[in-house]
């Protein structure tokens, strides 16, 4: 994983809207760069082809003033959302390092539902932003996130609980949970937190909420590493089903 990242956890935002017009552009090199990079992300499950579209954003129905949005595809293979969202995040943290503001933009819509045999599966906005525009490493007020309380249960793991609570979700509803057993093993969860849906309808909260814990797996990822910490991580089929605690991965710390 690349090193770098740790760091883009605390900096990163999504642009809900991105202003008037500033004059700034991405481009074309930058363009051929995202298409290259998002080949060279760590895949969360082998065996799951994915590809990527840049369009104008005015092809879609985003319209928060992006210059691009990005239609993610892939094959429908078990995990594949909570792949997305693990390859997806690093595209995110990538873009955030190039000053390229995103939005992951769920509600989004595209005519174009199939590319080179693949699904669309969602898409993610994009416009060129100042470097005054990202949020200050030191002061975390803006993340509205729920208590570590709330998301995790057992130990908590100094440089790893504190941030993957800061992991993005559609609508911000934070549907993960972390139960570490105080014996180095943490089981993953998606969770169906009480109360809080945003406006998802119910029968898109697993499709989101898949997306949303394969960001969560790829900040847990960056955070253990950042510790130096080695772990076995076996991931879990999630079936999808409206259960309120849904195991997705199991990691077992080995020091
Ligand atoms: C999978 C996913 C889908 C999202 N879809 C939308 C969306 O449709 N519209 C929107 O305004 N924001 C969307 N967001 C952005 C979230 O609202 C945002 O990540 C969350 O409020 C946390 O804020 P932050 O990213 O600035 O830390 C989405 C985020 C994720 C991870």
Known sequence: ???????LIFKRRSFHRYGEPDGLKITPEELDEIREMWYKFIPLFEGIQTKIKIVPGSQTSCNRGEEYCILIYSEK??????NIG???EQLDLYLTSRNI????????RTKERRFEGLEYV???????????KWRDPNDLSSFKRVTVEEMWEGPVIDGVTDAVRLTPTACNIQPWKVVNN??????VYRYRRPGKHGIIPPFRLAYFGSIDIGIFMLFLDICLEHQGIEYDRVLTPDDGNFRQLNLNAKYTLRN
């Not at 503001?101 to 989004?108: A, E």
């Not at 105080?182 to 089981?187: A, F, K, R, S, T």
């Open 1 to 7: 994983m690349d090193s770098s990242y740790y760091d």
């Open 77 to 82: 293979k078990p995990g594949y959302l909570q």
């Open 86 to 88: 693990y390859i997806g």
């Open 101 to 108: 503001g995103p939005l992951w933009f769920g509600v989004g």
């Open 122 to 132: 969602i898409m993610m906005a994009i416009r060129k932003v100042d470097d005054s």
């Open 182 to 187: 105080g014996e180095g093993v943490l089981d």
